[in-house]
Nanobody
Framework: VQLQASGGGLVQAGGSLRLSCAGS????????MGWFRQAPGKEREFVASISRSGGSTFYADSVKGRFTISRDNAKNTMYLQMNSLKPEDTAVYYCAGNQASIPRDYRLYDYWGQGTRVTVSS
């Protein structure tokens, strides 16, 4: 499956953005999906993940209560609604797919989108 992330941009602290991840070339609903982010000089980190049906979701503690992951399998798209953004949320955000599960370890994902940059100004 090919993944394409979009929706990043520049936003002030406290603002909101919605990221999208569009899948093509595969059966989108057969993949567990995740969002990861990577800030300059830091390792890629887990943000959120969602099961194939969308029935299970998981979040990093740093975004819990502010971010919401969802998916629409009919549209082959996953979303990340980001509210109450903070400067420390600044990073390149990547979507990823896994055929077996939705681990928090980015190294266990098989498919990756190209990333979309989010910049939160203070």
């Amino acid at each position: 499956v090919q993944l394409q992330a979009s929706g990043g941009g520049l936003v002030q602290a406290g603002g909101s953005l919605r990221l999208s991840c569009a899948g093509s070339g595969g059966t989108f609903s057969s993949y567990g999906m995740g969002w990861f982010r990577q800030a300059p000089g830091k390792e890629r980190e887990f943000v959120a993940s969602i099961s194939r049906s969308g029935g299970s979701t998981f979040y990093a503690d740093s975004v819990k209560g502010r971010f919401t992951i969802s998916r629409d399998n009919a549209k082959n798209t996953m979303y990340l609604q980001m509210n109450s953004l903070k400067p420390e949320d600044t990073a390149v955000y990547y979507c990823a797919g896994n055929q077996a599960s939705i681990p928090r370890d980015y190294r266990l994902y098989d498919y990756w989108g190209q990333g979309t940059r989010v910049t939160v100004s203070s």
